[in-house]
């Protein structure tokens, strides 16, 4: 069964930093994008960040630039979200979610599933920060 599994969040105060970790299986990781969301209550689902299936090329939400980093280890089927300098606006539900390779990342932030087919999101993980 595929899956993806989101964890490292946590309560931080502003400044802070913390890394998030997205674990695969049941499926061959390294066929797709790996995309970070988050969604604040209330409020619909945005795209942070995406990395291609190969690492090669990464791309960021506006308000994480410089700030955030995605990265990727196809051996251990794991994404990572290094989250530097974090803002109480950071405050949300972090997902992450595949996207097939040959999207290149586009629109990555409209994402409706976590894995195609699935019609489904993962229990996410919380991240707080405070002021």
């Known amino acids: 069964e595929a899956q993806l599994v989101e964890s490292g969040g946590g309560l931080v105060q502003a400044g802070g930093s913390l890394k998030l970790s997205c674990a695969a299986s049941?499926?061959?990781?390294?066929?797709?994008?790996i995309v970070w969301l988050r969604q604040i209550p209330g409020k619909e689902r945005e795209g942070v960040a995406c990395?291609?299936?190969?690492?090669?090329?990464?791309y960021y939400e506006d308000s994480v630039k410089g700030r955030f980093t995605i990265s990727r280890d196809n051996a251990k089927s794991t994404v990572y979200l290094q989250m530097n300098g974090l803002k109480p606006e950071d405050t949300a539900v972090y997902f992450c979610?595949?996207?097939?390779?040959?999207?290149?990342?586009?629109?990555?932030?409209?994402?409706?599933?976590?894995?195609?087919?699935?019609?489904?999101w993962g229990q996410g993980t919380q991240v707080t920060v405070s002021s």
């Open positions: 979610a595949v996207q097939y390779a040959y999207f290149g990342c586009s629109d990555y932030g409209s994402l409706t599933e976590s894995l195609p087919g699935s019609g489904s």
């Open positions: 990395i291609t299936n190969g690492g090669g090329y990464e």
């Open positions: 049941g499926f061959f990781f390294a066929d797709y994008n």
